[in-house]
């Protein structure tokens, strides 16, 4: 008589339960728990689902669109709406409407990820996407503070389903295609950080750029509101894309899925339940996943406090130690970013996921963030060197061609960097106990990197602020001083992945899965 271990599941105790993903769980094999349930054997590469891997970046490409359009104008915006008479606070506001993204996101994104989970992944996609139209639309037309933090608040609530977008990435590809697969997914949040840069810089105050076409009373009133109703409609159409041609992604949800039976599955004669989702204690037992957790909080961190210091440190005058640029050289900026960030995932980041350990390529790329904050000062001492006129930040054309030089190196720096990203999703992925949890093993990743992207823009931008206040030389840079310090941290919270993996013991499943196929093809 066939005896099945884990055939009474309901019964088990919360420790047996716990014990029992340590047993199904393999983040050093070369497949995931979530891989094992494909047929394609591992020396064999799975073809690439094209049409959905498209669907699913022309959806995800509304994200960064919405999320870096208002860069270039925010700490504009702040002067526009009267928030302060002092100029040197501008920072410290700007840094509270960015900060209320993420904040929101926080509250959200494990939410989503749990839901779809239980009603799919499909609804939760296309309903953040929308959402995130409406709210981007509501934020151009705020005129308070209050207004616009409650526009941003919202943004954030319906960008949570991000884990639940990176969760259908990791359900269509296996190990055999990520290397392709994954940079191609990792293309659209550069792409994004192209376009939504340009839009912004380019389509704020169109009254005044362009009056010979948008020199009508509700744009002088509402200065931004172009940009934001242009990836509005991005968002909208994204949304309407996806809801035609993006299909149920999850294992136990997909009406296609022929092989699966509601109920249960049959392993050595005997009858089972299909996999539940771990709970959050169970997924914080494995060493894997906390590494991964509060690396990526350390990375998300860092990422965002150097985003957000680039922007205000390009918005501050010469004299107060920053560059002088107006709306429209930061969308310049922040779009050369972006198309560095696209040729480093075309040209670099398959070769990185084929040929190097995912791990040591992560802690490579977060040993590169201080070097990102130590050459940016650097750029203040040469533009006042080649400087017409301080106050005003005009520059002699050689001054300004090597600045531009400088940035164009420094962002290059910053996005290799920004490439652990793409390897964090790989690493968390992995690190799934079994299918089922792919999305919360994913909401717990994103929750942890959005905690700390939620206060990371009002740190950052309020230690810059602080700082070009003094005189002092220490104190004037004291915001590179203690950045350099937040980054050597997040190295030393890399390193705890590898340390990780050593310490989460392989499961002897073999013979388990050899059954499990045997039975499967038994009773088909």
């Known amino acids: 008589m066939a005896v099945d271990c884990h055939a009474s599941s309901s019964s088990a105790s919360p420790r047996e339960e716990e014990q029992r993903l340590f047993d199904d769980y393999d983040p050093l094999g070369d497949d995931s728990a979530l891989e094992n349930q494909k047929s394609a054997r591992a020396d064999k590469v799975t073809p690439i689902p094209k049409a959905k891997l498209a669907t699913l970046c022309a959806v995800r490409l509304v994200d960064p669109i919405a999320f870096t359009q208002i860069f270039p104008y925010v700490n504009e915006m702040m002067e526009h ?3 302060t008479e002092d100029h040197s606070k501008i920072g410290f506001y700007s840094g509270l409407v960015e900060s209320s993204f993420a904040v929101a996101q926080v509250i959200s994104i494990y939410q989503w990820a749990r839901l779809s989970d239980m009603i799919g992944r499909r609804p939760i996609v296309l309903f953040g996407i929308f959402g995130i139209g409406l709210s981007t639309m509501l934020f151009g037309i705020s005129t308070t503070l ?9 943004s954030g609530l319906f960008s949570g389903n991000v884990a639940v977008i990176h969760s259908v990435l990791g359900e269509i590809t296996d190990s055999t295609n990520q290397a392709i697969a994954f940079p191609l997914y990792g293309l659209c949040w550069p792409l994004g950080g192209i376009i939504g840069p340009l839009m912004g810089g380019l389509l704020s105050n169109p009254a005044t750029k362009f009056p010979q076409w948008f020199d009508i009373p509700f744009l002088h009133r509402y200065p931004y509101f172009l940009p ?5 409609i991005i968002a909208f159409s ?3 894309y996806g809801y035609f041609y993006l299909t149920e992604t999850h294992p136990n949800l997909q009406r296609d899925r022929k092989e699966h039976i ?6 050595d004669g005997v009858f089972e339940k299909p996999p539940q989702p771990a709970s959050i204690s169970q997924l914080l037992s494995i060493p894997l996943v906390r590494a991964l957790c509060l690396s990526g909080a350390g990375l998300s961190f860092i990422a965002t406090g150097f985003d957000v210091t680039f922007v205000l440190f390009c918005y501050t005058s010469l004299e107060q130690g920053g560059l002088a640029f107006n709306a429209t050289q930061i969308g310049y900026a922040l779009s050369i970013s972006g198309c560095i960030a696209i040729a480093l995932q075309l040209f670099c980041m398959p070769i990185i996921l084929k040929r190097f350990d995912h791990a040591r390529s992560y802690n490579f790329c977060m040993g590169l963030w201080p070097f990102c904050f130590v050459l940016l000062p650097g750029l203040n001492v040469i533009a006042r060197w080649g400087a017409v006129d301080l106050a005003t930040g ?6 300004r061609a090597i600045v531009w030089v400088g940035i164009g190196i420094i962002l290059c720096i910053s996005r290799t960097a920004a490439l652990a990203f793409s390897v964090s999703m790989i690493l968390v992925k992995d690190a799934a106990p079994n299918a089922a949890s792919l999305g919360v093993t994913n909401g717990i990743a994103q929750f942890a990197m959005c905690l700390s992207r939620s206060f990371s823009p009002a740190f950052a931008s309020s230690l810059l602020a602080f700082s070009i206040g003094y005189e002092f030389v220490l104190l004037r840079y004291l915001w590179v001083l203690v950045m350099i310090m937040i980054c050597f941290l997040g190295t030393t919270l890399a390193r705890r992945i590898a340390e990780g993996r050593r310490r989460t013991p392989r499961p002897m499943r073999e013979r388990e899965d050899g059954q499990h ?3 499967f093809v038994a009773a088909h």
Not at 146 to 154: D, F, K, P, T
Not at 228 to 232: L, Q, R, S
Request: net charge neutral; glycine share 12%; with cysteine.
């Open 262 to 267: 509601q109920m249960s599955e049959r392993r």
């Open 394 to 399: 005009e520059l002699d054309p050689t001054t």
């Open 146 to 154: 209050g207004g616009l933090i409650m526009a941003r608040s919202l």
């Open 238 to 240: 994204g949304s309407a």
């Open 81 to 83: 709406i009267h928030v």
């Open 517 to 519: 196929g045997s039975a």
């Open 228 to 232: 934001c109703f242009a990836a509005a």
